[in-house]
């Protein structure tokens, strides 16, 4: 026992020696990291329906506990694009169907609450490990569309239209609610079982006492209702641009040329952050009549405990589904962000326990009344570029936004809501995947619908954008997948009934290596790829860089076994060869199959990266190579 808490008592201040390490690069890596995020918690709060302070409450709170529960050392957490998007239909959805926000708060928040504990599960039982195995075309499609969606949506705002202001629209909706008025004057009845057929008397006084604000505020409820989403802003676009208010246009078009504008001067101080503070400065000073966002009362974050005393199982048990996919996407979106900041950071995250991390992360923040989030690209590079190299630097970044909201609060309220949709506007085009974009025109047409030819992976990634953007997300995601996944079958069955064999492990030599010269063995590297190259086996040849010893100066990458390479194999390939040729290597290619090589001039990484007397036809020819080319320059005992 007593060695027990010595031990533990020697390992403590380990942690607390490792975690403080590098508390000044940390200090302001997470201090510069916060500043970014506060414009986007902002905006990704008014996005999602439940205000401003909904999005900074979620970028505290994840950005905190995420970061110190996490398994990625310099991941910055928060409300991000994907989540926020699909928060903004979860929502909606759910006000719908309550009837006000502050009905549906409760339930929303046990969605949200309920998304963290699932990823919590997810970590626990340890699915990280296969994200990975996502395709490309399924990704870009999935960010193209909430490119698309952001766009869409923040039209309204920007031009300075909002559906519950319009009189002459919302009027519209005045038989409907009071329609919905009445249903649900009879479903409290017949709960409180009072509601008798032969006797309306009870429900007449309840009608009663309807008065006309009631009314009012149902009918713009179901006005903006009307008008959420991607289909629901199109329906109204037509009467918005009759509407336009100037002033707002200004106002966003001010904030987006600024945050281009900033960005080629400098990118020491974030340009978001610039235009929010630029444009409200101008439009409260000159006291131009500008639409506010949503008052932010600047008080410490409570728990909304109505989550635990109005639970019921019949109440949650509509939104499980809604509740799983949401903790699937932040899932995807915080490992990929994981991966960016490895490959910045030479580091290896731990996918499990990341999830793990943003599940208590979301899990606390829904209890606060946060949005969900999940980690951030952009802002875990600017925290890495700035210094960050601990899990410190997100916690700290996350009180340097909570001490923002007790200072700042009310001085917050008076930003204008344009400023924020502007904001938006440039990162629903930033968070587009302009590569996968750019890639149609290249990619090989390998299949046909009737007369028409078509690039399989193009199709998979224009249907999820089209389901995502019109229909919805999670389920667009889910059909890219089967759809992915059948293609890659039958793409592999009729290429060959081998088993994928691409090792990241010490390679063999093959019968014809064998007389390979002996004193080029350390200058010379060979890898063997058996196997198609497709989604499932990036991660292996990624491993390739990792492989290589320090005295390898010419790689030799033999590709006579790989009948197939996909979309994703590509520009894992691509990827590689970059680095390589950045560390000053060269690159052999040897007997490449005809689709690869396909694919591979399709890009140009043949021959802008490979030259093509670089590829030779046999090994024969390439070893003809080396023994005139690579020369001895590691000392070797005798």
Same mark, same amino acid.
């Given at each position: ?18 975690l403080?390490s590098?508390?000044?690069?940390d200090?302001?890596g997470?201090?510069?990291a916060? !500043?970014?995020?506060? $414009?986007? &918690?902002l905006?990704?709060?008014?996005s ?8 900074l #409450?979620?970028?505290?709170f994840?950005g905190f506990?995420a970061?110190l529960f996490?398994?990625t050392?310099t991941?910055i957490?928060g ?13 909606a959805?759910i ?13 929303i928040?046990?969605?949200f ?8 599960g ?7 490990? #296969?994200i990975?195995?996502i ?19 923040q039209i309204?705002?920007?031009?300075g239209?909002?559906?519950k202001?319009?009189v002459?629209?919302?009027?519209q909706?005045k ?5 919905v008025i ?10 409180e079982?009072?509601?008798v057929l032969?006797?309306?008397r ?5 009608? %009663? ?5 009631d009314?009012?505020e149902?009918?713009? @409820? ?6 959420s ?5 199109? /329906? ?6 009759k509407n336009i208010n100037w002033?707002e ?10 945050i281009?504008?900033?960005? /080629?001067?400098?990118?020491?101080v $974030?340009?978001?952050?610039v235009?929010?503070?630029v444009?409200?400065?101008?439009? #409260?000073?000159?006291?131009l ?9 600047g008080?410490f ?11 019921s199982?019949g109440?949650? @048990? ?18 990929l962000?994981s991966?960016v900041?490895?490959n910045m950071?030479k ?5 499990? %326990? ?8 979301n899990s606390?923040?829904a209890?606060f ?8 690209t952009i802002r ?7 210094g960050g190299? @601990? ?5 700290i970044?996350?009180? +340097? ?6 200072a700042l609060?009310?001085? &917050? ?5 344009a ?5 938006? !506007?440039t990162?629903? !085009?930033g968070?587009m995947?302009?590569?996968?974009l %750019?890639?149609i025109?290249?990619?090989?047409k390998d299949?046909k619908i009737?007369?028409?030819?078509l690039?399989?992976e193009v199709l998979?990634?224009l249907i999820v ?10 389920y ?7 759809i ?5 079958? %039958?793409?592999?069955g009729?290429? @060959? ?5 691409v090792k990241a ?6 019968d ?10 350390e200058?010379?590297?060979i890898?063997?790829?058996k196997g198609?190259?497709?989604f499932g086996?990036?991660?292996?040849i990624?491993?390739?860089a ?11 990458? /033999?590709?006579? /076994? ?9 520009y ?5 060869l970059?680095?390589l ?6 690159? +052999?290619?040897v ?5 690869p ?12 990266l490979i030259? !093509?007397?670089?590829c ?7 070893l003809?190579?080396?023994?005139e080319?690579?020369k001895d320059t ?5």
């Amino acid at each position: 026992m007593v060695c027990k808490s010595y031990t533990t008592q020697q390992t403590q201040p380990k942690r607390m020696k490792k975690l403080f390490s590098n508390f000044k690069g940390d200090a302001f890596g997470g201090i510069t990291a916060g !500043i970014v995020a506060l $414009p986007l &918690a902002l905006a990704f709060g008014v996005s999602s329906g439940l205000g401003p302070s909904a999005g900074l #409450y979620g970028a505290i709170f994840i950005g905190f506990f995420a970061a110190l529960f996490g398994g990625t050392n310099t991941q910055i957490s928060g409300p991000t694009a994907p989540m926020t998007a699909v928060s903004m239909l979860v929502i909606a959805g759910i006000v719908a169907t309550k009837g006000s926000v502050e009905s549906a708060m409760p339930a929303i928040l046990t969605v949200f609450l309920l998304a963290g504990i699932f990823q919590i599960g997810l970590g626990a039982i340890g699915l990280g490990k #296969y994200i990975k195995y996502i395709p490309y075309p399924v990704v870009s499609g999935f960010m193209t569309a909430i490119g698309v969606i952001i766009l869409i949506t923040q039209i309204l705002p920007s031009i300075g239209y909002y559906p519950k202001a319009d009189v002459e629209y919302v009027s519209q909706f005045k038989p409907k609610a009071e329609e919905v008025i009445l249903k649900d004057i009879l479903k409290k009845e017949q709960e409180e079982g009072i509601l008798v057929l032969e006797d309306f008397r009870k429900t007449i006084e309840s009608a %009663k006492q309807i008065s006309q604000e009631d009314i009012l505020e149902k009918s713009q @409820t179901l006005a903006n209702n009307n008008a959420s989403g991607v289909i629901g802003a199109l /329906r109204v676009l037509p009467r918005a641009l009759k509407n336009i208010n100037w002033l707002e246009l200004m106002l966003a078009l001010g904030t987006i040329f600024i945050i281009y504008g900033f960005k /080629r001067i400098t990118k020491a101080v $974030p340009s978001t952050l610039v235009a929010l503070v630029v444009m409200s400065g101008i439009a #409260y000073l000159f006291k131009l009549k500008y639409q506010p966002i949503e008052a932010i009362t600047g008080d410490f974050p409570m728990p909304n405990m109505e989550i635990f005393t109005g639970f019921s199982l019949g109440s949650i @048990t509509p939104y499980i589904f809604t509740a799983l996919t949401l903790a699937l996407l932040g899932a995807i979106d915080s490992l990929l962000t994981s991966v960016v900041a490895d490959n910045m950071t030479k580091t290896k995250h731990q996918p499990n %326990k990341e999830l793990v991390g943003q599940g208590i992360g979301n899990s606390i923040a829904a209890i606060f009344g946060g949005i969900p989030g999940a980690g951030a690209t952009i802002r875990t590079v600017v925290n890495i570029n700035s210094g960050g190299k @601990t899990r410190l630097s997100g916690m700290i970044a996350g009180v +340097l936004l909570l001490v923002i909201l007790l200072a700042l609060g009310p001085i &917050a309220s008076q930003i204008p809501a344009a400023v924020l949709a502007g904001i938006l !506007i440039t990162v629903g !085009i930033g968070v587009m995947d302009y590569k996968g974009l %750019k890639a149609i025109p290249s990619l090989p047409k390998d299949m046909k619908i009737g007369p028409l030819k078509l690039s399989s992976e193009v199709l998979i990634m224009l249907i999820v954008l089209g389901l995502s953007t019109f229909w919805d997300l999670i389920y667009a995601v889910g059909i890219g997948l089967i759809i992915a996944s059948l293609m890659f079958m %039958k793409k592999i069955g009729d290429i @060959t009934a081998r088993r994928s064999d691409v090792k990241a492990l010490k390679e063999e030599a093959w019968d014809d290596e064998i007389d390979f010269p002996e004193n080029l063995k350390e200058e010379v590297f060979i890898k063997h790829i058996k196997g198609p190259l497709f989604f499932g086996s990036t991660s292996e040849i990624q491993a390739l860089a990792k492989q290589l010893p320090d005295t390898a100066r010419t790689v030799i990458i /033999r590709m006579g /076994r790989m009948q197939y390479i996909d979309q994703s194999g590509l520009y894992a390939l691509e990827d590689i060869l970059v680095d390589l040729k950045s560390a000053g290597r060269k690159v +052999l290619f040897v007997n490449i199959p005809k689709q690869p090589k396909y694919m591979m001039e399709r890009i140009d990484i043949i021959p802008d990266l490979i030259p !093509i007397e670089d590829c030779f036809k046999s090994f024969q020819e390439c070893l003809k190579w080396i023994k005139e080319n690579v020369k001895d320059t590691i000392p070797h005992k005798k």
